[in-house]
Each structure stands twice: as structure tokens, then as C-alpha cells.
T-cell receptor
Framework: QQQVKQSPQSLIVQKGGISIINCAYENTAFDYFPWYQQFPGKGPALLIAIRPDVSEKKEGRFTISFNKSAKQFSLHIMDSQPGDSATYFCAAGQAAGNKLTFGGGTRVLVKP | KAGVTQTPRYLIKTRGQQVTLSCSPISGHRSVSWYQQTPGQGLQFLFEYFSETQRNKGNFPGRFSGRQFSNSRSEMNVSTLELGDSALYLC????????????FGPGTRLTVL
């Protein structure tokens, strides 16, 4: 019941296009949902996070959409740039403690 | 403000040996969590320390252990290394222990031969 499923595993998008990554979770006790971006040889970097009391959060070109009833959340990267080419991870956590359960990751390639 | 630092960055060990990895959190952060990242299993939570106490533990064998010092710096130890322990070990720091933002270090790449 701790699993977080992420799709797709990989994604190719043209420069200026929209990248969409989806995640689904099972444990209804999760109440914190961050997204991380990871470049090769680096640690994951926090991009944006949402809590279940809001359905959408936007920061620059990155937007999280959250559907509590469906237990799904997604990351939208607007106006994708070649510099956005990286692996993206969704995660889920609970208020008590800092344990994050991660999705399997999505490798995004933005073609110029 | 300096980020999370991890030492060493790369490590090569042989089966049966033990290894100690170190993590210095962001100044003022009191929570340190450790994760293992492998191509097959992805990112998996190892354990979390806050105020020198282990607050949470993942599903890893007892060969994996950790500790936190009074200055919030943390170490993790893996004893009797196995080939499958080859991975990127990531440390993340956070202000507190209640689903706060976690900031990751660059990781220690451990190779077990």
C-alpha cells in the first residue's frame, strides 16, 4: 500500500511543447506530494510540491495537478526546453516523518 | 547557504568489507534521511534521523545502519557488503520531521566488486 506508480517511463517532446507525467498512489495517508528533477551525476532537486487541500499549484513553467478522489497527481512542464531534459520523480509522504515513497521515474528528452 | 554535502563522492569496495558514508545537512536543518538509488529498484528510503534519534526505517536488512551526531551530521554504515549494495546513496536534509521540504546532496556512488 506504499507504492507510487509513475508513467510514462520515458518521454520525448519537441522544444516548446508540453511534457506531462502522471503518478498514482494507493495509501490515503499520504498528504505531501513533491516532484524532483535529477540530472546525471547529481542528486534529485526539489521542483515543486503540493498538499491535498489544493487541486493545482503552479511555479513558473511547472504545474502540479492533484485529484484526491482518483488518488492521482501529475506534473505539467509548459514550453519545454532542452535544459529540461532530465529524469523526473514523483514522490509521496506523510505528515508524520520525512519518509518519501518515490515513483519509478520518467526520463524526459526535449528535442531542439 | 551551503547545500547538503556528502563524502566521499565515489567509493570502491570488495564483497565482505564494510563502508561508512557521511552527510552534512544544510545549516539549521535537523533531519537527515538516507536513500538508496539503483536502476532496478529506483529510490528507496533507508532511514531518517532527527535530533540524534532514528525516527523512521525502511525495509533494508540490519547490515544497513546509521547515526546522527549532535551537530546534525549523519553517517550511514553498511557491513558485510554484497554486490547488490552497489548504488548511489543519497542524503536529504530537512528543517523538521513533518513532511517538510527535503533537499538532496549529490550522493555517494558505491561500487562493490
Amino acid at each position: 500500500q506504499q507504492q507510487v506508480k509513475q508513467s510514462p517511463q520515458s518521454l520525448i517532446v519537441q522544444k516548446g511543447g508540453i511534457s506531462i507525467i502522471n503518478c498514482a498512489y494507493e495509501n490515503t495517508a499520504f498528504d505531501y506530494f513533491p516532484w524532483y528533477q535529477q540530472f546525471p551525476g547529481k542528486g534529485p532537486a526539489l521542483l515543486i510540491a503540493i498538499r491535498p487541500d489544493v487541486s493545482e499549484k503552479k511555479e513558473g513553467r511547472f504545474t502540479i495537478s492533484f485529484n484526491k478522489s482518483a488518488k492521482q497527481f501529475s506534473l505539467h512542464i509548459m514550453d519545454s526546453q532542452p535544459g529540461d531534459s532530465a529524469t523526473y520523480f514523483c514522490a509521496a509522504g506523510q505528515a508524520a516523518g520525512n519518509k518519501l515513497t518515490f515513483g519509478g521515474g520518467t526520463r524526459v528528452l526535449v528535442k531542439p | 547557504k551551503a547545500g547538503v554535502t556528502q563524502t566521499p563522492r565515489y567509493l570502491i569496495k570488495t564483497r565482505g568489507q564494510q563502508v561508512t558514508l557521511s552527510c552534512s545537512p544544510i545549516s539549521g536543518h535537523r533531519s537527515v534521511s538516507w536513500y538508496q538509488q539503483t536502476p532496478g529498484q529506483g529510490l528507496q528510503f533507508l532511514f531518517e534521523y532527527f535530533s540524534e534519534t532514528q525516527r523512521n526505517k525502511g525495509n533494508f536488512p540490519g547490515r544497513f545502519s546509521g547515526r546522527q551526531f549532535s551537530n546534525s551530521r549523519s553517517e550511514m554504515n553498511v557491513s558485510t557488503l554484497e554486490l547488490g549494495d552497489s548504488a548511489l546513496y543519497l542524503c536529504a536534509s530537512s528543517l523538521g520531521t513533518s513532511a517538510n521540504e527535503q533537499f538532496f546532496g549529490p550522493g555517494t556512488r558505491l561500487t562493490v566488486l
